[in-house]
């Protein structure tokens, strides 16, 4: 056997084939004239084995290796067998670390339901071993259940982790240099943009400085589109008289706006603190004295970017997914079909949340110094948003978008893309998933007999104080009967990892780097009335440049893509052909619209929409979308 091994240990390798003998440890193997292709994190190995006897297909391979050199840890994702003269290539998914001195076997595509797999036992078994390396544990009183310890196979290549590290040394040394060379505080508006350096870039809009349609559109198309509500009665807590709006309703009045639905309103009275109506509760308008009204906007727009950072971005998207993530490893065998059509999408997802508890979200942390509210602020919202989020309501986004009244596509019509792009972006990830659950329950009673999914589903309900995840609005709680009710569920998991988190993630920087349009901390009080407010008493309420430089440099990298766009996955785990047809067979006689033609669909048709959009948005098309929550 000749080989090519580009890795850092020293791995003997055995094939076991159907009628074959027994496996051998002097790499040699049965089997005639095949191509071993074997990817690794960092590299793809290739060698040959020559052999006699001709075995058209290989059917199960059994692996080892010895604990000799150094760097030998190993982490395999999948190994392909091609028989060179016929052509006919097996794969073998693997996704797992190679320990020192074990045995490993893998079959041939490996993809079947626990009823169905001829090795029940060492299925269970295998389960058994995963849920040691995967126990549930509410780490933060409150908040959503995370893993217990990061499991060997959750952690980052070297690669990735290298990257972001020198990245943020980059942007470190960046600061220091600004900040030593013009000292803390800001001189004037364009003293502000003197930050933005080559090497950080302008965030886009920052242009906008007090600008009402520009505040308008970020209720549409900024991290925290999935708030504005179709208002049909004026809430008794907000102060509004008709006299006050009158002027800004274009002869309108409120009942009429309402009647033609044209008013909308954001309540955050989740964030608390929202008194009942008073005499001296004050209503800004766009009347007031021009740097009093942007004094207003901009406290409100910390409002929001709290709001956003704490539940629409971090405990909404990754701390919620997380626990789902835990409950798939610990309940779904990898041979399970769902395991391998939700395992790319769980990409990186503990590791980064890990990395963030430790260094990011933690007391004295990046979160802690650089946000008004702190970090039991954030925890506090966090808590508060347990008791209301439904993965049937806000999880699903035709029902989360129906619950405001913004369903209907002529409300805001041509001026909520969010809306617009992701609904195409929901539908295509619903075909698919629909499709692949059909495929494999196919026949009456397969979901109700699939042990493992219902004890997927018992336990992503089960409440976090039970050892459970905990999530509410789970179909039927989490007893799935029929395949809908499984689509909904894994639709809502799969759309949260890529569309929620790119529409609340990807826009950080160009959001939190201008701070006179949404800045992250602010110093000072909000106003109390509306005397006349002075540009410098913005510039001392904005963060100073080494907060502001600080936050910059952390955003810089969170909203950077750098992982592999939706449906081009980094890992090939769907190795079964009919399920691989349903990924991306685009031939004119497929029955089904496939996942990655879907996509390549959207993207021309989002590019067509953006041409002619007076403000284009271009942050739900699928190339900007990964397929996790990998940053």
């Given at each position: 056997?000749?080989?090519s091994?580009?890795?850092?240990?020293?791995?003997?390798?055995?094939?076991?084939?159907?009628?074959?003998?027994?496996p051998?440890?002097?790499?040699?193997?049965?089997?005639?004239?095949?191509?071993?292709?074997?990817?690794?994190?960092?590299?793809?190995?290739?060698?040959?084995?020559?052999?006699?006897v001709?075995?058209?297909e290989?059917?199960?391979?059994?692996?080892w290796?010895?604990?000799c050199?150094?760097?030998?840890?190993w982490?395999?994702?999948w190994?392909?067998?091609?028989?060179?003269?016929s052509?006919?290539t097996?794969?073998?998914?693997?996704?797992?670390?190679?320990k020192?001195?074990?045995?490993y076997i893998?079959?041939?595509i490996?993809?079947?339901?626990?009823?169905?797999d001829?090795?029940?036992?060492?299925?269970?078994?295998?389960?058994?071993?995963?849920?040691?390396?995967?126990?549930l544990?509410?780490k933060?009183?409150?908040?959503?259940?995370?893993?217990?310890?990061?499991?060997?196979?959750e952690?980052f290549?070297?690669?990735?982790?290298?990257?972001?590290?020198?990245?943020?040394?980059?942007?470190?040394?960046?600061?220091?240099?600004?900040v030593m060379a013009?000292?803390?505080?800001?001189?004037d508006?364009?003293?502000?943009?003197?930050?933005?350096?080559?090497i950080?870039?302008?965030?886009?809009?920052?242009?906008y400085?007090?600008?009402?349609?520009?505040?308008?559109?970020q209720r549409?198309?900024?991290?925290?589109?999935?708030?504005?509500?179709?208002?049909?009665?004026?809430?008794e807590?907000?102060?509004?008289?008709?006299?006050?709006?009158?002027p800004?309703?274009?002869?309108k009045?409120?009942?009429?706006?309402?009647?033609?639905?044209?008013?909308?309103?954001?309540?955050?009275?989740?964030?608390?603190?929202?008194?009942?109506k008073?005499?001296?509760?004050?209503?800004?308008l766009p009347?007031?004295?021009?740097?009093?009204?942007?004094m207003?906007?901009?406290?409100?727009?910390?409002?929001?970017?709290?709001y956003?950072?704490?539940l629409?971005?971090?405990?909404l998207?990754h701390?919620m997914?997380?626990?789902?993530?835990?409950a798939?490893?610990r309940n779904?065998?990898?041979s399970h079909?769902?395991?391998?059509l939700l395992?790319?999408?769980?990409?990186?997802l503990?590791a980064?949340n890990?990395?963030?508890?430790?260094t990011?979200?933690?007391?004295g942390?990046?979160?802690?110094k650089t946000?008004s509210?702190?970090?039991n602020?954030?925890?506090?919202l966090?808590?508060?948003s347990?008791?209301f989020?439904?993965?049937d309501?806000?999880?699903?986004?035709?029902?989360n978008?129906?619950?405001?009244?913004?369903?209907?596509?002529?409300v805001?019509?041509?001026a909520?893309?969010?809306?617009?792009?992701?609904?195409?972006?929901?539908?295509a990830?619903?075909?698919y998933?629909?499709n692949?659950?059909?495929?494999?329950?196919?026949?009456e009673?397969?979901?109700?007999?699939?042990y493992?999914?219902?004890?997927w589903g018992a336990?992503?309900v089960?409440s976090?104080d039970?050892?459970?995840?905990?999530?509410?609005?789970?179909?039927n709680?989490g007893?799935f009967?029929t395949?809908d009710?499984?689509v909904?569920t894994?639709?809502?998991?799969?759309?949260t990892c890529?569309?929620?988190?790119?529409?609340?993630?990807?826009?950080?920087?160009d959001?939190?780097?201008?701070?006179?349009?949404?800045?992250?901390?602010?110093?000072?009080?909000p106003?109390?009335?509306?005397?006349?407010?002075?540009?410098e008493?913005?510039l001392?309420t904005?963060?100073?440049?080494a907060?502001l430089?600080?936050l910059?440099?952390?955003?810089?990298?969170?909203?950077?893509k750098?992982?592999?766009?939706l449906?081009?996955?980094?890992?090939?785990?769907?190795?079964?052909?009919p399920a691989?047809?349903?990924?991306?067979?685009?031939?004119?006689?497929?029955c089904h619209?496939?996942?990655?033609q879907?996509?390549?669909d959207?993207?021309?048709?989002?590019?067509e929409?953006?041409?002619?959009?007076?403000?284009?948005?271009?942050w739900?098309?699928?190339t900007?979308i990964?397929n996790?929550i990998?940053?």
């Amino acid at each position: 056997m000749a080989a090519s091994m580009q890795r850092h240990n020293n791995t003997d390798m055995s094939d076991e084939s159907t009628g074959s003998e027994s496996p051998t440890r002097d790499k040699t193997v049965t089997g005639g004239g095949f191509q071993f292709e074997t990817i690794v994190e960092i590299s793809i190995d290739d060698y040959t084995v020559d052999s006699d006897v001709n075995i058209p297909e290989v059917q199960r391979i059994e692996l080892w290796r010895d604990n000799c050199g150094l760097f030998s840890n190993w982490y395999l994702d999948w190994i392909e067998v091609t028989n060179v003269e016929s052509g006919i290539t097996s794969i073998f998914p693997a996704m797992k670390w190679i320990k020192a001195d074990h045995h490993y076997i893998f079959n041939h595509i490996d993809t079947c339901l626990p009823q169905d797999d001829p090795f029940k036992q060492k299925r269970m078994l295998e389960l058994q071993t995963i849920k040691k390396d995967y126990q549930l544990q509410v780490k933060v009183p409150g908040l959503p259940a995370q893993v217990k310890d990061l499991p060997d196979d959750e952690s980052f290549s070297f690669d990735y982790k290298f990257n972001i590290g020198k990245k943020l040394t980059i942007f470190a040394l960046e600061s220091k240099k600004l900040v030593m060379a013009n000292g803390f505080n800001w001189k004037d508006v364009d003293d502000v943009k003197t930050v933005y350096t080559p090497i950080f870039g302008v965030p886009e809009n920052s242009e906008y400085f007090n600008d009402d349609a520009d505040f308008g559109r970020q209720r549409l198309a900024s991290l925290n589109s999935l708030l504005i509500t179709l208002c049909t009665a004026i809430p008794e807590k907000f102060g509004v008289t008709e006299e006050m709006v009158k002027p800004f309703l274009e002869g309108k009045t409120i009942e009429e706006a309402m009647k033609e639905k044209r008013l909308f309103i954001i309540d955050l009275a989740l964030l608390e603190g929202c008194p009942a109506k008073t005499e001296d509760l004050v209503v800004f308008l766009p009347s007031d004295p021009e740097y009093t009204w942007m004094m207003a906007k901009m406290w409100y727009n910390l409002a929001e970017a709290h709001y956003h950072q704490a539940l629409t971005h971090l405990n909404l998207t990754h701390f919620m997914m997380e626990g789902i993530c835990v409950a798939t490893k610990r309940n779904l065998s990898p041979s399970h079909p769902i395991c391998r059509l939700l395992t790319p999408h769980f990409m990186y997802l503990i590791a980064i949340n890990f990395l963030g508890l430790g260094t990011l979200i933690n007391p004295g942390g990046l979160f802690d110094k650089t946000s008004s509210g702190g970090i039991n602020g954030a925890f506090f919202l966090m808590r508060k948003s347990m008791e209301f989020w439904r993965l049937d309501t806000h999880g699903t986004l035709p029902e989360n978008l129906k619950s405001r009244g913004v369903l209907d596509q002529s409300v805001l019509k041509d001026a909520y893309h969010m809306r617009d792009d992701a609904l195409l972006l929901y539908d295509a990830i619903k075909t698919y998933v629909q499709n692949y659950v059909t495929h494999y329950y196919s026949v009456e009673g397969s979901l109700k007999a699939d042990y493992e999914i219902q004890n997927w589903g018992a336990e992503i309900v089960k409440s976090r104080d039970d050892g459970g995840v905990g999530i509410l609005g789970v179909p039927n709680d989490g007893k799935f009967e029929t395949n809908d009710q499984l689509v909904v569920t894994l639709t809502a998991i799969i759309y949260t990892c890529s569309v929620g988190h790119a529409a609340a993630n990807f826009q950080q920087y160009d959001e939190y780097a201008a701070p006179f349009r949404m800045a992250f901390t602010m110093h000072g009080v909000p106003p109390k009335d509306k005397s006349q407010v002075e540009i410098e008493t913005i510039l001392k309420t904005i963060p100073n440049r080494a907060e502001l430089l600080e936050l910059m440099s952390i955003t810089k990298v969170l909203s950077e893509k750098a992982t592999q766009s939706l449906g081009d996955f980094e890992k090939q785990l769907i190795v079964d052909p009919p399920a691989v047809k349903i990924v991306h067979d685009n031939s004119p006689s497929s029955c089904h619209c496939r996942f990655r033609q879907s996509l390549r669909d959207i993207g021309k048709t989002i590019d067509e929409r953006n041409k002619i959009r007076e403000n284009p948005y271009d942050w739900l098309h699928p190339t900007a979308i990964p397929n996790a929550i990998s940053i």
